[in-house]
Nanobody, 128 residues
Framework: QVQLVESGGGLVQAGGSLRLSCAAS????????MGWFRQAPGKEREFVAA????????YYADSVKGRLTISRDNAKNSVYLQMNSLKSEDTGVYYC?????????????????????WGQGTQVTVSS
């Protein structure tokens, strides 16, 4: 049974930091591209960052470059999102996702349609 379980969300003041974690099970983690997406109230889910399973490439939304960092530990079947210099617009539910193969290749790592598995999400609230 595939599971993605996010943790580490919470309430933080603007300028602060949080570290999100996503623990994966039920699939070959090292063979999957892992992504983080977020959804703010009343808005569509948007891409935040991704870590490709080949070559260690990482991808970021322009709005988070230089502030958020994605990393993965294949030995622990986990992916992380270090969030620094947080802003109120970073508020939302953060989702971990896993994708591989032609579906991801066609859709691209920044599109939610490319991912096969999703976690339940963790709330991040940044107060100004």
């Amino acid at each position: 049974q595939v599971q993605l379980v996010e943790s580490g969300g919470g309430l933080v003041q603007a300028g602060g930091s949080l570290r999100l974690s996503c623990a994966a099970s039920g699939f070959t983690f090292s063979g999957y591209t892992m992504g983080w997406f977020r959804q703010a109230p009343g808005k569509e889910r948007e891409f935040v960052a991704a870590s490709a399973f080949i070559g260690g490439s990482t991808y970021y939304a322009d709005s988070v470059k230089g502030r958020l960092t994605i990393s993965r530990d294949n030995a622990k079947n986990s992916v992380y999102l270090q969030m620094n210099s947080l802003k109120s617009e970073d508020t939302g539910v953060y989702y971990c996702a896993a994708g591989v193969g032609s579906r991801l290749l066609v859709a691209g790592v920044t599109k939610s349609l490319g991912y096969d598995y999703w976690g339940q999400g963790t709330q991040v609230t940044v107060s100004s």
